[in-house]
């Protein structure tokens, strides 16, 4: 199955703000996230149920993080999809910046 089917499977996907989540959502994100800052969250529904996805950036590297409306977390993990998006050309000229900055 291809990344759109399964987008349209999973259901219809809103970006909604980060303070007009519930409460309980919004601890579990921010406590998850480490504290890191969240502005726009994804209601989605996955098996009936509504589900909020947040993108979060920790120590350098994106994470999804998924919570039901009850504050339950379902997942939270490395999103490899968008590591890969990073263009080989950008990610060459990063490393030829860091052994620079090393050899000072």
Do not use: C, H, W
């Given at each position: 199955?291809?990344?759109?089917?399964?987008?349209?499977?999973?259901?219809?996907?809103?970006?909604?703000?980060?303070?007009?989540?519930?409460?309980?959502?919004?601890?579990?994100?921010?406590?998850?996230?480490?504290?890191?800052?969240?502005?726009?969250?994804?209601?989605?529904?996955?098996?009936?149920?509504?589900?909020?996805?947040?993108d979060?950036?920790?120590?350098?590297?994106?994470?999804?993080?998924?919570?039901?409306?009850?504050?339950?977390?379902?997942?939270?993990?490395?999103?490899?999809?968008e590591?890969?998006?990073?263009?080989?050309?950008?990610?060459?000229?990063?490393?030829?910046?860091?052994?620079?900055?090393?050899?000072?």
């Amino acid at each position: 199955m291809r990344a759109e089917e399964k987008e349209k499977e999973e259901g219809k996907e809103q970006k909604v703000e980060f303070k007009s989540v519930p409460q309980a959502v919004q601890a579990t994100l921010t406590a998850e996230s480490g504290g890191a800052a969240i502005t726009t969250v994804d209601k989605e529904e996955d098996d009936g149920k509504e589900i909020y996805e947040a993108d979060v950036m920790i120590k350098g590297k994106n994470y999804e993080i998924k919570v039901a409306a009850d504050g339950t977390l379902i997942s939270k993990k490395l999103d490899v999809e968008e590591n890969e998006k990073k263009d080989g050309k950008e990610k060459k000229d990063d490393d030829e910046k860091n052994e620079k900055q090393e050899k000072k």
